[in-house]
C-alpha cells in the first residue's frame, strides 16, 4: 500500500516578522469593513491570523496559479469560517467583480514591474465599492531616495534579480492612488524600515 505525501505548507520567517505590526494597523482601519481582498497572498500566513484576529472580515485570497494550493494548505488547517477559498488573480488581467470595502496587500509593489504597479490601482476600480480603503505594506523611497542602507541593498539585490524589479517611491505610488479618487490616509513607519499605508476612496 502505497503512502501519499502531503505536501508541505510554504512559510514565510517575514510573515512571522511583520504580521503582528501589521494587525495594528488593520484593527484600526478595517474595523468597519466587511469584504477584504487580500492581493498577493503568498505563503497564506498573514491570511490565517488576520482572520482569525479579525473574525467580523470575510478575508479573500488571491495570488497568481503557483501560489494557490499553499494557500489552500493554510486555509484548510485553519478552518476559519471567514476565509472562502483562494482567487487566482494576475494583476494585468481581469480582476474579481466588485462587493470589497477594502483591499490589502504586503510586498507585492517592489516584485512588480512598474506597468504591473499601475495594473494593480488600475484593477481597483471594478473590484471595490465607492467608499473603499486600501492598505499597503512593504518598503518605500522617499522623493527617490532610500530611507536606509539595508533598504538600498535589498533594492539592488531585486534589481540584481529582475531590473523591472525595485523599491517605488511613495510619492508616485501615491500619485497613482490619488488618480483613482484615493485619499491618504496613514504612513505609518513599521519595523524593518517597512511602511503600511492606507488610503481611502472618497465616494
Known amino acids: 500500500m502505497m503512502m501519499e505525501i ?19 494597523v488593520l484593527r484600526e482601519h478595517f474595523a468597519d469593513r466587511r469584504r477584504v481582498l487580500e492581493v498577493g497572498s503568498g505563503t497564506g500566513q498573514h491570511a490565517v491570523h488576520f482572520a482569525a484576529a479579525l473574525p467580523h472580515l470575510v478575508w479573500q485570497t488571491s ?14 488547517e485553519a478552518a476559519l469560517p471567514n476565509t472562502p477559498p483562494p482567487l487566482e488573480l494576475d ?14 496587500s504586503s510586498n507585492t509593489l517592489h516584485i512588480m514591474g512598474w506597468p504591473e504597479v499601475e495594473a494593480f490601482f488600475a484593477g481597483l476600480d471594478g473590484a471595490l465599492d465607492a467608499d473603499a480603503l486600501l492598505a ?7 522623493g527617490g531616495k532610500f530611507t536606509s542602507e539595508s533598504n538600498a541593498a535589498f533594492d539592488a539585490a531585486l534589481r540584481a534579480d529582475d531590473p523591472k524589479r525595485g523599491i517605488r517611491d511613495l510619492e508616485a505610488v501615491d500619485a497613482l ?15 524593518a524600515n517597512n511602511r503600511c499605508v492606507v488610503w481611502r476612496r472618497r465616494p
Do not use: H
Open 63 to 76: 495570488d497568481r496559479p503557483q501560489w494557490l494550493a499553499g494557500i489552500r494548505l493554510w486555509l484548510d
Open 177 to 191: 492612488a490619488r488618480a483613482r479618487g484615493f485619499a491618504l490616509v496613514e504612513d505609518r513607519a513599521m519595523p
Open 91 to 104: 494583476v494585468t488581467r481581469r480582476w474579481p467583480a466588485g462587493g470589497f470595502d477594502a483591499v490589502f
Open 6 to 24: 502531503q505536501p508541505e505548507k510554504p512559510w514565510s520567517a517575514a510573515c512571522e516578522r511583520n504580521r503582528d505590526p501589521i494587525l495594528a
Open 136 to 142: 499597503i505594506y512593504g518598503p518605500f523611497n522617499d
